[in-house]
C-alpha cells in the first residue's frame, strides 16, 4: 500500500545536540512538506519541496534544516539552535497544486 | 496570516447539526478542509476552489464564498465518528497556485451520544 512512513514515532532531545526526523513516501508524489503542531493549536508550516534538491522554508525554518536528495525522501533536521523543539512533528506530501495532502502518523519530539 | 476559524469548540448530540467557518484577511483561490483525531494525523475531507461550488463527503458538505473571503462546513446528523478538531487551510501568502498552505487554529467538535 502506498503511503507516507515517519520514523520514529518519539523521539527525545538533549540539551546541544541535532536530531533528524525520517520521512519516506511511496506515492510518486513531488511535493513534500514539513509541519509542526503544538498541543491544542494548528498546523504550521516549517519546510516545503517541489522537487528534488529544491526547498522553500515556511513560517518557521528557524532552528530547521532539511534536505531532499531523493524524490521518496524529505528528512527534517531539528538543529541546537531550535530553543523549544518540543511539538508533534508532521510530514506530508501530494501529487500537485489543490490536491490533497497525505500525512504520516507523526513524530513526538521531547527534550530530555 | 493564517485564517480565522470559528467557533473554537462545540459539544453536540448524536444526530444535531453543526457549521464551522473559516476566514480569511486576503483573497482566496482556494480552501482545504481536515479532520484530525486525537493524536492522529490529519485526514483530508475536501477542497473548494474559486468559483463557489459546493462540495460533500458523506454527511458533510461544504461552501466557499469568495466575496466574502470565507467557507463553512456543514456536518448534518452529527455521528460519533466526526469527532475531532477540523481545520482550514488556505493558500500560504501569495501562493496562489495552492502549493502551500497556511492553517487555521482549529475547531474542536466533540460528540455525544
Known amino acids: 500500500d502506498g503511503g507516507i512512513t515517519q520514523s520514529p514515532k518519539y523521539l527525545f532531545r538533549k540539551e546541544g545536540q541535532n536530531v533528524t526526523l525520517s520521512c519516506e513516501q511511496n506515492?510518486?508524489?513531488?511535493?513534500m512538506y514539513w509541519y509542526r503542531q503544538d498541543p491544542g493549536q494548528g498546523l504550521r508550516l516549517i519546510y516545503y519541496?517541489?522537487?528534488?534538491?529544491?526547498?522553500q522554508k515556511g513560517d518557521i525554518a528557524e532552528g530547521y534544516s532539511v534536505s531532499r536528495e531523493k524524490k521518496e525522501s524529505f528528512p527534517l533536521t531539528v538543529t541546537s539552535a531550535q530553543k523549544n523543539p518540543t511539538a508533534f512533528y508532521l510530514c506530508?506530501?501530494?501529487?500537485?497544486?489543490?490536491?490533497?495532502?497525505?500525512f504520516g502518523d507523526g513524530t513526538r519530539l521531547s527534550i530530555l | 496570516q493564517q485564517p480565522v476559524q470559528s467557533p473554537q469548540a462545540v459539544i453536540l448530540r448524536e444526530g444535531e447539526d453543526a457549521v464551522i467557518n473559516c476566514s480569511s484577511s486576503?483573497?482566496?483561490?482556494?480552501v482545504h478542509w481536515y479532520r484530525q483525531k486525537h493524536g492522529e494525523a490529519p485526514v483530508f475531507l475536501m477542497i473548494l476552489l474559486k468559483g463557489g461550488e459546493q462540495k460533500g463527503h458523506e454527511k458533510i458538505s461544504a461552501s466557499f464564498n469568495e466575496k466574502k473571503q470565507q467557507s463553512s462546513l456543514y456536518l448534518t446528523a452529527s455521528q460519533l465518528s466526526y469527532s475531532g478538531t477540523y481545520f482550514c487551510?488556505?493558500?500560504?501568502?501569495?501562493?496562489?497556485?495552492?502549493?502551500?498552505?497556511?492553517f487555521g487554529g482549529g475547531t474542536r467538535l466533540m460528540v455525544k451520544p
Open positions: 506530508a506530501s501530494r501529487v500537485r497544486a489543490n490536491q490533497p495532502q497525505h
Open positions: 519541496s517541489q522537487i528534488v534538491n529544491d526547498f
Open positions: 506515492l510518486n508524489h513531488d511535493a
Open positions: 487551510g488556505t493558500p500560504w501568502r501569495g501562493d496562489n497556485a495552492g502549493n502551500m498552505l497556511t
Open positions: 486576503k483573497a482566496l483561490y482556494s
